[in-house]
């Protein structure tokens, strides 16, 4: 069973890297943006409420969030096979509330890892992707948000000994190793 955090700036590979290792071990991929989308696309009391504030193109509560994460944790393929949570949590906040879920689930973390990539390289890997909103101007706006609100977890999770730090720039094959060596995960 694994139960791990993926951390790091927007284009740092989390997605990448949670879907590799969810897949090769059959373990729930828990993203945020992946849930409200489901659960507005299911019409759930949560959905419905969550979709008010999208409508409204306002971020969501963490209330709400923490309500949908709560929804999926709760499910019985995490509790047979843990999970991995790729966009959550985003603040010392929401990584507060996620401890006390985690504790009323009694479904400890194992670890969280954190992808290190420098800016420079983010700004170039967003700017490849060829996407209409991922502007340098964008890009780095999203950065400094990254910086203010997430980066913080970093220390957070250190004090608790639970994080892992990765150099996120490579090949994808090599950071995957990285990571599974570091969950003690071996082929």
Known sequence: MIKVVFLGPPGAGKGTQAVRIAE????????????????VKEG??????????????????????????????????????????????????QAEALDELLKELQLPLDKVIYLNVDDEEIVKRLLARGRADD??????NRLKVYREQTAPLVDYYTEKGLLVEICGVGEIEEITKKIEESLGLND
């Open 24 to 39: 090769k071990y059959n373990v729930p991929h828990i993203s945020t943006g992946d849930i409200l989308r489901a659960a």
């Open 44 to 93: 759930t009391e949560l959905g419905k409420l969550a979709k008010s504030y999208m409508d409204r193109g306002e971020l969501v509560p963490d209330e709400v969030i923490i309500g949908i994460i709560r929804e999926r944790l709760s499910q019985p393929d995490v509790k047979e096979r843990g999970f991995i949570l790729d966009g959550f949590p985003r603040t010392i906040a």
């Open 135 to 140: 502007t340098e101007d964008v890009i780095r």
